[in-house]
C-alpha cells in the first residue's frame, strides 16, 4: 500500500497546486468591483431612504431597505476578498482560505433573509394601515434607483472562465453580491409599477402590495443562495461530470476505483481523493489526472490488484 506524499513522489510535485493557495483566477478584479459597488449603491441608499421617508412610500421605503442590506453585504464579500488574499499562505488554513467567499455567500444570504422579513411586516402593516404617498415625487427617485441597481448588476456579472464549467457556482462571493442586486432591481421594477397604479389609478393598495411582492422575491433570492453556499461550506459533490471524469482517468490502466471524494476549495479548485486498486503507484495515478481543468489538489491511496477490501469502495 502507498499513499501519495509530496515527500516521496517528488516526481508528482508538479502535476498540481501544492502552494495551497486556492483562490479565483478573477479574484483581485472581483475586489476591485465590490468595493466600487459598495460605493455606488451606499449613495443610493441614502437617497432611497430619505426619499421615502420624506414620500411617505413604503414601495420606495423597500427599496431603501433593501439596499442597506446590498451595502452591509457588499462590505461582507469585499472584506472575504481582502482576508483571503491577506492570508492565502498562512499555513494554518490546511486547504487555503478559497472557501471564505462561500462563507459570505452564506451571511449574505442570511441578511438578504432578515431583508425579506423587514419587509413582508412593514408592508403587511402599511396594507392594513394605509398613508398617502406622495407618487409624484416619489417616482422619479425610483426609477433613478433602478437605473444606479441596473449598472451595479452590469458591473459585478461573474466571469465565465473554463474552470468555472466544471463548477457551476463559479466564485459564488461575487455571484451572491450579483445576487442581491438582481433581486434589489426586481424589486424596484414591481415598485415602480405600483407606483403608476396608485397615482394613475388611485390604488392607494398597490403600494404596500408591491412591499409583499418584493417580500417574495427577496425570500426566493436568499433561499437559493442559501442552498448554494451551504453545499459549498458542506462539501456537497460540486460536479457529477468532473466526478465521472476523474474516476474515468484513474481506471483507464486497469485500475480500480474504490473510494472518491471530490469536493470545492475555491472558485475553479477542487481537491481529490481517491482509493484506488491495481492502477500502479500513487505517482502513476495522480499523472493521469494533470492537467484536469479545476482539479488543484490530489490525495492517492494506492492498494495492490488483490487486495481484500477491493469490494467494499465507495464513490462520493
Not at 130 to 157: F, H, I, K, N, Q
Not at 237 to 243: C, D, G, H, R
Not at 284 to 302: D, Y
Request: glycine share 10%.
Amino acid at each position: 500500500m502507498t499513499a501519495a506524499d509530496p515527500l516521496r513522489a517528488p516526481e508528482a510535485l508538479d502535476a498540481f497546486r501544492e502552494d495551497r493557495t486556492y483562490l479565483g483566477a478573477d479574484h483581485r478584479r472581483n475586489e476591485r468591483r465590490t468595493w466600487l459597488v459598495t460605493g455606488i449603491c451606499a449613495l443610493t441608499l441614502v437617497a432611497q431612504l430619505a426619499g421615502g421617508i420624506a414620500f411617505r412610500s413604503m414601495a420606495l421605503t423597500a427599496s431603501g431597505l433593501h439596499m442597506a442590506a446590498h451595502v452591509a453585504a457588499l462590505l461582507v464579500a469585499a472584506g472575504a476578498y481582502a482576508l483571503a488574499r491577506r492570508h492565502a499562505d498562512d499555513p494554518r488554513f490546511a486547504f487555503g482560505t478559497g472557501k471564505l467567499g462561500y462563507l459570505a455567500g452564506f451571511a449574505n444570504a442570511v441578511v438578504l433573509a432578515i431583508t425579506a422579513v423587514m419587509i413582508g411586516v412593514e408592508s403587511a402593516h402599511r396594507l392594513l394601515n394605509p398613508e398617502a404617498v406622495d407618487y409624484a415625487s416619489a417616482l422619479p427617485l425610483a426609477a433613478a434607483g433602478l437605473a444606479v441597481t441596473l449598472l451595479c448588476v452590469w458591473l459585478l456579472r461573474p466571469a465565465h472562465s473554463h474552470a468555472a464549467r466544471h463548477d457551476r457556482d463559479g466564485d459564488l462571493n461575487i455571484a451572491a453580491a450579483h445576487l442581491h442586486l438582481a433581486a434589489d432591481a426586481a424589486v424596484s421594477v414591481v415598485a415602480l409599477a405600483a407606483m403608476a397604479a396608485g397615482r394613475q389609478l388611485g390604488w392607494g393598495f398597490a403600494d404596500p402590495l408591491a412591499g409583499l411582492v418584493g417580500a417574495a422575491l427577496v425570500a426566493h433570492f436568499a433561499w437559493r443562495l442559501l442552498h448554494r453556499a451551504g453545499a459549498a461550506l458542506l462539501d456537497v459533490n460540486p460536479s457529477a461530470e468532473l466526478t465521472a471524469e476523474v474516476r474515468a482517468r484513474l481506471e483507464a490502466d486497469g485500475g480500480r476505483v474504490l473510494d472518491l471524494h471530490l469536493w470545492r476549495l475555491g472558485p475553479g479548485h477542487h481537491a481529490v481523493i481517491a482509493v484506488v486498486a491495481g492502477g500502479g503507484d500513487a505517482a502513476a495515478c495522480r499523472a493521469r489526472l494533470h492537467g484536469l481543468p479545476g482539479v488543484s489538489h490530489v490525495t492517492i491511496e494506492a492498494r495492490p490488484a488483490g487486495d481484500p477490501h477491493a469490494d467494499h469502495g465507495h464513490v462520493h
